[in-house]
């Protein structure tokens, strides 16, 4: 803020000039304490900046939000993707902690995938040279479509079952349903089949486990997905194969030593199933004209009805294949959803990596990448894997098949990936990476573009207008023409001395492209998680500004229209939906409309520096008191804390009304410092600060 006071102001001797003027330098600068800060704005609360010509940034109301959605999201809303389908249909996909929605022309769909998991004595049958296995699933209640996950290895027949299979023939004979088998059997069995067996000796961390036909090698990975106790050990996760003794049976080395010679089965000794439900085909039989007149869709039929158990996620990536949405809740499968199929829920892809930490769809070869994954069902936190071009059926990588996997060598593990201009970016805690496809036979190339540049949390790095921005650990960085930089943060101390350090990856970075803001929310000490505060970053003038806000998901410019977010209902129990840059209010915690009340506060501005005291005796307004062409109705209010020292408790003045008609005010007080606080809090209004100017005089030796 430049007062530029003259010296006849500071020359007691001297003609008094009676009018100065207030300049802001655009920004909010909280590093700097009040009193140095006294040519710019201190603290701040819904407002942004937008450039001019003279390269100020002029400080106007936040633009306001309104409901997307008229009803409330059962929980805390995590994700959101919008895309538009075949018939030009466009869509908002919501993934919750409790649900995955998709919301169009204002009607919600529930897709939410669902599961099972049931323990079940094994009892298979086999045939020779036929991939057809029988499951005798007493009490197992499965349905038509769904896909069975076997987490534990099963031996029967001369094969070893393990995996994603797809469930046939079910309801042909009781509690019977049937999966196809990789290798066909090389045995004919009636009700068999035998999980891992492990046998432990006393002081001994080598464990030999017996898995007839088991197919392994010295050096091969063997997973223990159930975690089971046999001898004092625990028995989970990968283990490499350290000796093959004989074709039924390996050792393995433990983590700790045994304390007891004996022997135990996986998970009891039982198969272990887990099902995820699929709405699959509509029977036979119960299309148009089947029962009675309107019972059944036009047709199709009825849609089949299960038992499964809608999943929970912590966290879900969301991405569109064409018209095809693809959903990853954290730590989970990779399910795909059509709008067009008339399927109810979301469908697993049963070739994909069973757990995985994040997906998108690299474009333009339409690949879907996934990260923190894996190939034996334990996830590896720096694995990524990636499907053939645009097969995401395909997985395994092969000579006529552009599937394939890489491991980052550097790092604890990856954080975010995100499609940026012509390649894909890497996060890892420690670092960057890109990962460029260049086509067979190696798919894809991986370079390091910088160290100690890594992302503090996995939704803290976008892309807008051709740039990337992310928050690192203790840094605010861009991604430019020389590999990554840092972005100067006047407002440092309120980002990394308030946040929450266990919720990190609660925080949510929001892209703005019609205003070139990036922001990112961040959850605060006490919060419980919750991103309660943003620091916003104006890429057109290189400033800040900051305030609080709740929004857990956000989405830029889409087919949609402006960009899209999600806040917590009172008590965190759930989410509302809203559209921003759509009103001049906003919506509160209950997803009711209500006022934007916008503030800020500027340092303390030096009246006279030498012992003179100021005396103010009028202030003129100058803003814009609505939009182009509107009405101008804002009502604003203006505040002066006076004092002498910046120590000082101030005096305060005002607050002071001012509308388009107030010609000026007279707060009329005296002083050395003073700082100006402007608020508003009324609704259907917006304004913007021009050239305030006051009137002042000498007013005696201090």
Sequence with gaps: M????????????????????????????????????EAAVYASQLIRFVPDRQGLGLIQKLGGWTKYYANAIGSVVRSLWAWEDTNAASHL???????????????????????????????????????????????????????????????????????????????????????????????????????????????????????????????????????????????????LVRTVPTSGTFTITAATTATSTTSGFVNGGDARFVFYATPGLIPAGTGYGAGGYGSGGYGSGSTITTTATSITADDWCLDNWGEILVANPFNGAIYYWSPTSGDTTAIVIQAA????????????????????????SIHDPLLIRWCDVNNFDVWIGTVSNQAGSYRIPKGSRIVQCIQAAQQTLIWTDLGLWAMQYVGLPYVYQFNELGNGVGLIGRKAATSMSGVVYWMGQSQ?????????????????????????????????????????????????????????????????????????????????????????AAGTLSGGTGSYVVQHETSTDGVDVEGNPSAIVSVFNTGFLTLNDADLKMFVDQVWPDMKWGYFNGAQTAQVFI?????????????????????????????????????????????GSFWRIGNIRYRVQPDGKY
């Design 2 to 37: 430049d007062l530029a006071i003259p010296v006849a102001y500071r020359n007691p001797d001297a003609v008094a000039m009676p009018h100065a003027s207030i300049k802001l330098i655009p920004g909010v600068d909280q590093n700097r304490t009040p009193a140095l800060n």
């Design 93 to 239: 996909a919501v993934g919750a902690e409790s649900s995955l929605s998709v919301i169009t022309n204002g009607a919600l769909s529930d897709i939410t995938p669902e599961t099972r998991t049931d323990d079940a004595a094994v009892d298979i049958d086999t045939i020779i040279a036929d991939n057809t296995i029988v499951i005798n699933a007493v009490g197992l209640s499965v349905s038509p479509y769904w896909s069975v996950y076997l987490p534990v290895h099963i031996s029967v027949g001369g094969i070893v079952l393990f995996g994603m299979y797809q469930c046939y023939n079910v309801g042909l004979l009781a509690n019977v349903f049937e999966i196809e088998a990789t290798d066909a059997p090389t045995a004919a069995v009636t009700g068999g089949g035998a999980v891992p067996e492990i046998d432990t000796t006393s002081g001994s961390a080598t464990a030999l486990i017996t898995l007839a036909d088991h197919g392994l090698a010295v050096g091969d990975t063997f997973p223990i997905l159930v975690s089971t106790d046999v001898g004092g050990v625990t028995f989970y996760g990968n283990y």
């Design 353 to 376: 990596p069973i757990t995985n930490h994040g997906i998108i769809v690299a474009m333009p070869q339409r690949q879907i990448i996934a990260w923190g994954t894996t190939f034996t």
């Design 476 to 564: 605010f960085y861009r991604f430019g023409q020389n590999g990554p930089e840092p972005i100067p943060c006047p407002v440092w101390d309120v980002a990394f001395q308030e946040i929450d350090m266990a919720y990190v990856d609660n925080i949510r970075i929001a892209a703005n492209s019609r205003f070139g803001e990036v922001s990112w929310y961040i959850p605060t000490i006490g919060s419980g998680g919750v991103p309660t505060i943003y620091l916003k970053y104006n890429t057109l003038i290189g400033q800040w500004d900051y305030g609080s806000l709740t929004r857990t998901a956000w989405i830029n410019e889409s087919v949609l229209g402006a960009p899209i």
């Design 639 to 683: 505040s002066f804390e006076v004092c002498d020292y910046p120590g000082q408790t101030p005096l305060v003045y005002g607050p002071y009304a001012m509308t388009q008609s107030t010609t000026y005010i007279t707060p009329r007080f005296r002083g050395r410092l003073v700082s100006i606080k402007i608020e508003s809090a009324d609704t």
